[in-house]
Antibody, heavy 120, light 110 residues
């Protein structure tokens, strides 16, 4: 059974860079047909897709966040990472990593989520 | 303001049926697959429906999905109190090259 687990700081200061890692177990991060994505959910609000990356490097980002987001994959560690720069309080959210099926564009496996608070 | 429009809330009695709509456009729902997710309080979203109407293994047939034109619908029959959750539709937008989620619908089983 595929499992995803987010890790990273729960508190980030304004203007700094948020960095999270998702560890994948029970399956290959190099699986054909799947991207690896990040989704966030501000407290009390809905889901917002941040971006997705194929293991070979092809990446899609939410246009509204594109200038601040970088997603990378480390196949040797079976991990993928999110960096979001110049954060503000508006970036406070629960951040989820998920497996993203290419073509059908659904997210079938999700991490449990990690709350990141932006505050000084 | 989400590109995909869902009603903020729906409610029905136990045992009854409810439908949740998701409205989009030709650049998203009209030309791409729709998926649906259930988010129980305090938990991660769970895939309920993919490819418009398919159910992953383990999802009961009380849950169904359909798509017509630029709209999609999630149906839930035989409502149970355990179905109380937020439900989200999702799809790809070809013009934006972006994944989209609806604003979410809160289901109350009265």
């Amino acid at each position: 059974q595929l499992q995803l687990q987010e890790s990273g700081p729960g508190l980030v200061k304004p203007s700094e860079t948020l960095s999270l890692t998702c560890s994948v177990s029970g399956g290959s991060i190099s699986s054909r047909g799947y991207y690896w994505g990040w989704i966030r959910q501000p407290p009390g609000e809905g889901l917002e897709w941040i971006g997705s990356m194929f293991y070979s490097g092809n990446t899609y980002y939410n246009p509204s966040l594109k200038s601040r987001v970088t997603i990378s994959v480390d196949t040797s560690k079976s991990q993928f990472s999110l960096k979001l720069s110049s954060v503000t309080a508006a970036d406070t959210a629960v951040y989820y990593c998920a497996r993203h099926r290419s073509g059908s564009d659904y997210f079938d496996y999700w991490g449990q989520g990690t709350l990141v608070t932006v505050s000084s | 303001q989400s590109v995909l429009t869902q009603p903020p809330s729906v409610s029905a009695a136990p045992g009854q049926k409810v439908t949740i709509s998701c409205s989009g456009s030709s650049s998203n729902i009209g030309n791409n697959y729709v998926s649906w997710y259930q988010q129980l309080p305090g938990t991660a979203p769970k895939l309920l429906i993919y490819d418009n109407s398919k159910r992953p293994s383990g999802i009961p047939d009380r849950f169904s999905g359909s798509k017509s034109g630029t709209s999609a619908t999630l149906g839930i029959t035989g409502l149970q109190t355990g179905d109380e959750a937020d439900y989200y539709c999702g799809t790809w937008d070809t013009s934006l090259s972006a994944a989209l989620f609806g604003g979410g619908t809160n289901l109350t089983v009265l």
